[in-house]
């Protein structure tokens, strides 16, 4: 249960992301919006990070966490903003839930993950969902160029890798280490985007005047990258790589909700029955046999 109210919880704050994310594209541009969200949710867990620093585990795995931190934040969040530049934000959020599939498939090509039938039939009745979300009308997903519809594609592939490479090579490793390096190695992808492409300029501290702007940053960085990054690894040891990119299946449903919420968008027909779907398939695709969990609960038990 706790997993589960993990899971909704990160979908609420990652579906907000996306409207955070539209609000800094003019100002800051991809990759300024990239290094504006990791610094600021650095700074946020530095201060516990050196509070607990007696009780890291040496030696520290700094090469993979710089892995991790470029395929699962500086990469991929500068294509999701490089996206919204073509595409609205429920598009992408659409895109997004691609993740799972992409995750399976990561793991089966290179990770040795095998994936049980159950599996593949929650992926594929939770994209059903998304469809139905779509009202079945995938034509309008090919109508934009490669910047759009091929850059969120990359990015549910980079979030794919970072998953299984989390689970095999970073399982031990302290949640609160691995997130803020993660996200100081994104910062620094995002820094060294802004100067290559040009858009440094949209760092500039005038930035912080602007109330909507700095709202954004903050839930951006706070919660968005900090926060939801520590949840997203707690899942991630405590489940399984296919049950914490789950939550993409969500983030659609929140996403449109904050919109309802926040711009005055209706809240459709497709919205409920895709909701319903989607829970299904999320139940399927994560859902462990009887004798799997119970010997899971006893682990976590004796681990605690």
Sequence with gaps: MRLYSALIGLS????????????????????????????????????????????????????????????NAGLPWGLIALSETQINSSTAAVLNALTPICTGLVGFLFFSILLKKRQWLGIGLGFAGILVLMEFNVG????????????????????????????????????????????????????????????TAGLKPALLTDPLILFAIVGLGCFGSGIAHLIFYYIIKNSSAE??????????????????????EPITKNLAIGLLIIFAGVYLATRKPKKEREMSEQRMTEEA
């Design 12 to 71: 609420l704050i990652w579906g907000m992301s996306f409207v955070f994310i539209k609000w800094l594209l003019e100002p800051a541009g991809p990759w300024g919006t990239v290094f504006l969200r990791c610094f600021a949710a650095v700074v946020i867990l530095l201060p516990f990070l050196w509070m607990k620093r007696d009780k890291i585990t040496k030696p520290i795995p700094w090469k993979p966490m710089l892995i991790v931190g470029v395929f």
């Design 140 to 199: 309008q997903l090919f109508h934009e160029s490669f910047v759009g519809i091929g850059t969120m594609v990359l990015t549910t592939i980079s979030y794919g890798f970072a998953t299984q490479y989390t689970k095999k090579h970073l399982q031990s490793t302290s949640v609160l280490l691995l997130t803020t390096c993660s996200l100081a190695a994104g910062a620094l992808v995002g820094f060294v985007g802004t100067i290559f492409t040009g858009t």
């Design 243 to 264: 049950f914490a990119t789950s939550v993409t299946y969500l983030v659609p449903i929140t996403a449109m909700i904050w919109g309802y919420v926040l711009l005055d």
